[in-house]
């Protein structure tokens, strides 16, 4: 199928899920050899089994059976009396194509000029003499060399404009036209048209009980309120909770994986909180709820999986997580030049770090080696490396968010996620006394640029 009507069927996936009458199509699509029987066995038993889980896994399917597939499936439509979306997608293609033809270039033919065509003496321009004109007669004048190119004038030389390299942050450049390419295939690129994007969840947690034994994390008011203007701006729907219990936590990122993600092409979870180390199989650390329980990443990020939410399957799924990773301060190493601004900050900040703990408090016990799903299209960006503490000043908010804030504000635009958590990376390293580096587990299929 190409690009074009991958795209309408996907432009018009929420209408063709809500409407299409799938127990009619079968016997269809089987007569036009659009799918075979095994395939629409496998249809039937998407998700639930359900018609509008078996109608999304049939418009999915649909995109990897040829180049004839959307004009098959409309003849289907027609064929079991689904006119309106067959209609729906039949004008919407022939519109797609009116709109290819019209902006298709001339058939221009190049003229080549040898070397001798070139040079000013082999030239000659005629023109009318107008002494001649109220006479009746026409006749030529020509023109010689040294009229044709006087001595103060010469022709410019035009070249094509070519697009300015954009500095990447990491010694190279990137070209203009390079992204441009990669944002518009979805080949290389997820697609993020919906409006808005996703839903964004900002789990904030400021207040713990006494009995937790953490203390009050102050200053993670101004990362919540950066992470819910910035995703804000880069079209999501934001929604914040603050001082979650752990098992209030779970079930708010269960509220959210149970919602229908269809019409949408992504979703943010962003936890700021005290954390620790944990034991893990795929993704390391916890966060603390307001309780003093601990809720692993592994966890949150398996919520998400193809099974407990599959209208975000194969759909990116971002988790920002601003908690220490562990205890331990890393005092750094040194290196030719530091600048000094970043030796000393502006006071003095704080960790998100707790001591490790695994006993009877824990209601996050990892599940049988055989139960965790294969992790996909998703990617968790930590603000610090496992095992390390993470800083924040009560005054500014964490080093880690108040850096992802102004990188993106400045790089969101033209550059891809992963490109932007470099920027990230490299900026947070050299903060302070005490050092610290973010990084990620990068499951992404594709690169993601935001709607900006």
């Given amino acids: 199928m190409d690009e074009a009507d991958r795209q309408l069927l996907r432009r018009c996936r929420v209408q063709l899920v809500g409407e299409l009458q799938v127990a009619s199509l079968w016997d269809a699509l089987l007569n036009r050899e659009l799918f075979t029987p095994d395939m629409i066995e496998d249809i039937q038993r998407a998700g639930s089994g359900s018609r509008r889980d078996q109608a999304r896994q049939l418009i999915i399917d649909l995109e990897t059976r040829g180049s004839q597939a959307l004009p098959l499936f409309i003849s289907c439509l027609e064929d079991t009396g689904q006119d309106t979306l067959a209609s729906l997608l039949k004008t919407n293609r022939q519109a797609a194509k009116q709109d290819v033809e019209a902006i298709r270039p001339l058939d221009l033919k190049p003229v ?24 009746g007669k026409l006749a030529p004048v020509v023109l010689g060399p040294e009229e044709l190119w006087p001595a103060k004038l010469r022709p410019e030389v035009l070249r094509p404009e070519v697009p300015r390299p954009v500095d990447i942050g990491s010694g190279g450049f990137t070209d203009v036209c390079t992204q441009d390419r990669a944002k518009g295939n979805a080949d290389l690129a997820y697609v993020l048209n919906a409006d808005p994007c996703g839903y964004c969840l900002i789990i904030n947690n400021v207040n713990f009980c006494h009995e937790s034994g953490l203390r009050t994390r102050t200053g993670s008011s101004i990362d919540c309120e950066r992470m819910q203007r910035r995703f804000h701006l880069l079209q999501f729907a934001v929604e914040v909770k603050c001082d979650l219990t752990a098992k209030q936590m779970v079930q708010a990122l269960m509220e959210l994986a149970r919602r229908d993600h269809d019409a949408l092409d992504c979703c943010v979870v962003v936890i700021l909180s005290h954390g620790c180390q944990a034991s893990h199989l795929q993704f390391p650390g916890a966060v603390y709820g307001t309780d003093g329980c601990p809720v692993s990443i592994e966890r949150i990020v398996n919520t998400f999986n193809g099974t407990g939410c599959p209208s975000l399957g194969g759909k990116p799924k971002l988790f920002f997580i601003q908690a220490c990773g562990g205890e331990q301060k890393d005092h750094g190493f040194e290196v030719a030049s530091t600048s000094p601004e970043d030796k000393t900050p502006s006071s003095d900040p704080e960790t998100d770090a707790t001591p490790f703990q695994e006993g009877p408090r824990s209601i996050d016990q990892p599940d049988a080696v055989s139960s965790l799903p294969t992790p996909s299209d998703i990617l968790v960006s930590y603000s610090t490396f496992p095992g390390f503490v993470s800083w924040r000043d009560p005054k500014s908010g964490s080093w880690y968010i108040e850096t992802l804030d102004s990188v993106f504000e400045q790089w969101a635009h033209c550059e891809d996620l992963q490109t932007l958590l470099l920027r990230v990376a490299n900026a947070v390293s050299v903060k302070g006394t005490y050092k610290q580096i973010p990084g990620c587990f990068n499951f992404l299929r594709k690169k993601l640029f935001f709607k900006t």
């Fill in 112 to 135: 080549v000029l040898g070397p001798e065509g070139l040079k000013p003496e082999k030239l000659r321009v005629v023109k009318q003499d107008p002494s001649k004109l109220s006479q």
